[in-house]
């Protein structure tokens, strides 16, 4: 018995902290902020299993029915709870409260758990024994769930199953323990019966996961989605109409084909006509092989280096019929050479130097791209630049995020780069801005672009670069590593859009 209900703290805990893990994964997917949400999440599970381990002290009989009860009672909630939050992401009046009731009651149920099992092992072993071996299986099971969930679950298995998958665990450990000790538990045929519904309900759901994924997500994006999936880094959803493609990463709009030319030509380009060299060429982000695309379009670009963090994006985009005709083949093309890897590292790595580097991040909408955005970041880049490299970044909108957009402006000439902000209108996202900068002089170099463009012109640059009143520069700090200020910028301007 003693071995059997070890085994079980070993599942409770594995199953505790991925219950966490999933409800903090879902909540960034659809709430942003990855670092506020993982934080609240954790914190509000936390306190919740302290009042669970608090009502423990109210359970003195038939512990091992309580304790089968509760397994069965945390296997469906946990099991159940990333199907319910991503249906009602879109119809619930406050999802925030729903999130956290859902954490809150799991969190209680879990930690009512290993106070009860100390309860019925008490007799069996001395104290100190007791909370050593306790205590030991608890850790490795936390663990076993910190390494699994984001290398094999996460991709493997998507929110929906996981949750299922580890519901299904939790309530298997409460049909062992009422096999192995029938005769000692109460109601065990209507235990017994309770835990095969839910196992049940809990292998439906982990079958129908796909669908019910498909049908949230319907509800959730204006037009039918045609692909999604849950990399190790971020949800990538492809919708479809007759009017466009777009490309969603954790619900955020990346591009959608029916402007994303301008967006591409006005990031690339620029900086093409600013560097006296192009023979080598770095993008850092830009997965989706747009920018690629745009630079392969100049015959002295010999070489393009392109690190993007996400091998499933990447990958999508070499390998997809449809969208490799977007990028025209970019990705597969023998002067791109593809590198997944944080950039932020990589470049701590890299002895090359660039004539052009492409920053292409998505928005600083967390502190893990914010990063991305900051003084330590801009002075790594510059040991990949010579003194006439240019360098151009997408910097968010300075009509709806003027503070966010002229930070990093501010940020990089805190870091002695020489700058020129300019926007341009994109449908899609309406006004957008990016930074051109260079560690020397900016000047342009070249008159000629490459045959075929569709919107960027020589001409059109001046215009680029002027700012009406509602987008001019605003008194802001610098974005630094310790306090990543241009998240707050940007949170607090996008954040009133978004209400």
Partial sequence: MEILLLL????????????????????????????????????????????????????????????????????????????????????????????????????????????????????RYEFKDLVSRVFTFDYIGALAASIVFPLLLVPYLGLIRTSCFFGILNVAVAIVVLVKFKREIKWARYLKSKAVACIIVLVGLFIWADKIMTFAESQAFRDPVIYSHSSSYQ??????????????????????????????????????????????????????????????????????????????????????????????SSLLSPRVHVINADAFQWLKENEKHFDVVIVDFPDPGNYAVGKLY???????????????????????????????????????????????????????FGEWGYVMASPGPLAKHHDSLPAGLRYFATGTFSQMCDFTADMQQRKVLANHLNNQILV?????EWGKYQE
């Fill in 8 to 123: 079980s703290v070993f599942v409770i805990a594995t199953c505790g902290l991925i219950y966490e893990l999933v409800a903090g994964t879902l909540a960034s997917y659809l709430l942003g902020d990855s670092v506020t949400q993982f934080s609240t999440i954790i914190g509000a599970y936390l306190f919740s299993m302290g009042i669970g381990a608090y009502f423990s002290r109210f359970f003195k009989k038939d512990l091992l029915s309580w304790f089968i009860q509760l397994e069965i009672l945390v296997g469906l909630i946990g099991g159940i709870s990333s199907a319910a939050l991503f249906l009602l992401f879109e119809h619930a009046a406050s999802f925030r409260l729903v999130l956290y009731l859902l954490v809150g009651l799991t969190g209680t149920l879990v930690g009512l758990e290993l106070p009860l099992l100390m309860n019925i092992l008490k007799d």
């Fill in 235 to 328: 949800r990538i959803v492809l919708t479809h109409s007759r009017l466009d493609l777009r490309l969603y990463l954790n619900g955020n709009l990346q591009f959608s084909s029916a402007d994303e030319y301008r967006y591409h030509e006005a990031l690339i380009h620029p900086a093409m006509l600013y560097s006296p060299k192009r023979s080598q060429v770095l993008i850092l982000g830009g997965g989706d092989g747009m920018a690629a695309r745009e630079l392969l379009k100049y015959p002295e670009v010999e070489q393009v280096t392109l690190v993007d963090l996400d091998p499933a994006m990447t990958k999508l985009f070499r390998q997809n019929s449809m969208l490799a005709s977007l990028n025209d």
């Fill in 374 to 428: 900051t003084t330590a970041f801009y002075r790594k880049l510059r040991h990949a630049l010579t003194d006439s490299s240019v360098v151009v970044i997408q910097s968010t909108s300075p009509y709806v995020a003027p503070k966010a957009f002229w930070c990093v402006n501010a940020t990089l000439q805190e870091c002695n780069y020489q700058t020129i902000p300019y926007h341009t209108y994109v449908p899609s």
């Fill in 488 to 492: 707050q910028y940007f949170e607090d």
